[in-house]
């Protein structure tokens, strides 16, 4: 299939792209790396009336550390650039490990990190990870800046707090405290195909090796990223023991998440894969607690 007629803009600044978007606001649609809108444009599940294209402006593919020991990234950045850079594997581990799942190389190649966020999709890697690391999105328009946190980011199916005059420009994360281990396991059909259910755990140990903090953040199982919330208080404040994590596992498979059945798994097939890679996870994020993070 063919997408319906457009009208086609490449503005080369964010100035240009905000007056674009003030002017047609909900009939407009940004095109980052196209991955997901393209083929969505083709099946006219998406009929833009104005596509916006972002990839003539400059300034807004970079990874940095900032000053307060965090990263920031800016929403053009590819994929593939994510999954290569030394900053990343350094200071965000678990996003490094995170990016081989995302799709295929050659989707990587062209798919950027803000188009990820932006298009919402419950399945997404990214959305998961970047609430488990508590990040947070600098959103720009002609009305100014604001920034949001990644916990708040995402409301809906492919729906988040984006206005249809802002554009997100890029993601900030903090540094990641000492004595800290990450994980992300998933299961899918088929190698690259997006997860029949998939988990994103961090833990933080104290100097009495207890669980300090801990994040248990869930994709393809609701309409949007789930966090685990009842499951993190079930750990914290706990000496980490298979006990204590099999109690997490179970209260974020019967209380925290509510999965629906679909032509992949049933809702109670998607319980249980919570239940396993949940374990998996906090076994896997101990380990390199108590190693430090190393």
Do not use: C
């Amino acid at each position: 299939m063919k997408p319906a007629p457009f009208k086609y803009l490449a503005p080369g600044t964010l100035e240009e792209t905000a007056d674009h978007l003030d002017e047609h606001g909900y009939d407009a649609k940004l095109l980052a790396g196209g991955q997901s809108l393209v083929p969505m444009m083709n099946f006219r599940l998406v009929q833009p009336e104005v596509l916006i294209d972002l990839n003539n402006i400059p300034g807004l593919s970079y990874i940095r550390p900032d000053d307060e020991g965090g990263v920031r990234i800016g929403a053009m950045t590819r994929h593939y650039q994510v999954e290569r850079n030394s900053v990343i594997a350094e200071h965000l581990p678990l996003m490094h490990e995170t990016m081989p799942h995302i799709a295929t190389v050659q989707i990587r190649s062209r798919g950027t990190f803000g188009g990820s966020i932006a298009h919402a999709d419950p399945s997404a890697e990214l959305a998961a990870v970047s609430i488990a690391l508590d990040g947070e999105f600098r959103l720009q328009s002609k009305r100014g800046e604001r920034w949001v946190k990644a916990n708040e980011f995402f409301v809906g199916m492919f729906t988040t707090v984006l206005e249809p005059d802002e554009i997100l420009v890029e993601a900030r994360f903090p540094k990641i405290p000492e004595r800290t281990g990450w994980a992300i396991h998933e299961v899918a059909r088929r190698s690259h195909d997006f997860a029949i259910v998939g988990v994103t755990a961090s833990l933080t140990l104290d100097k009495k090796k207890n669980i300090q903090d801990a994040r248990l953040v869930y994709l393809s199982v609701g309409e949007y990223p789930i966090r685990a919330v009842q499951a993190e208080g079930v750990l914290r404040g706990h000496e980490p023991s298979d006990d204590i994590f099999a109690a997490a596992a179970d209260t974020a498979a019967s209380r925290d998440t509510d999965p629906s059945s679909d032509i992949h798994a049933t809702s109670d097939f998607r319980r249980h894969l919570i239940n396993v890679l949940t374990l998996r996870a906090l076994h896997t994020a101990l380990e390199r607690a108590t190693n430090n993070g190393k």
